[in-house]
């Protein structure tokens, strides 16, 4: 069965850090490309980072630029999030996801592009 199992999420002050961590099972996933997206109450789900399965280039969202790092772990079927100053405007439900497409390794914004989710983490940032 393949997981994808987010992690880290939590309640955080403006200014703060969290980081967090998605684990894959059921198949390799270090051939994918690993993304996170966010889900705000009442709003679609966005694009916030993506890395290709080579790790040797990362892709953001202009809201989080400068203040997410996107991370692979060394055998590649983990992929981190690490959110710096973080703004009430964070927060959200995070998800991960892993595309095996040529627009996902090219760093899709498109949730279409992505084809295993897990089932998010929230992530709360108080002002």
């Known amino acids: 069965q393949v997981q994808l199992v987010e992690s880290g999420g939590g309640l955080v002050q403006a200014g703060g850090s969290l980081r967090l961590s998605c684990a894959t099972s059921g198949r390799t996933f270090s051939s994918y490309a690993m993304g996170w997206f966010r889900q705000a109450p009442g709003k679609d789900r966005e694009f916030v980072a993506t890395?290709?399965?080579?790790?040797?280039?990362?892709y953001y969202a202009a809201s989080v630029k400068g203040r997410f790092t996107i991370s692979r772990g060394n055998a590649k079927n983990t992929v981190y999030l690490q959110m710096t100053t973080l703004k009430p405007e964070d927060t959200a439900v995070y998800y991960c996801?892993?595309?095996?497409?040529?627009?996902?390794?090219?760093?899709?914004?498109?949730?279409?592009?992505?084809?295993?989710w897990g089932q998010g983490t929230q992530v709360t940032v108080s002002s």
């Open positions: 996801a892993a595309g095996n497409s040529v627009r996902a390794y090219s760093g899709s914004r498109y949730n279409d592009d992505y084809d295993y």
């Open positions: 890395i290709p399965w080579s790790g040797d280039s990362t």
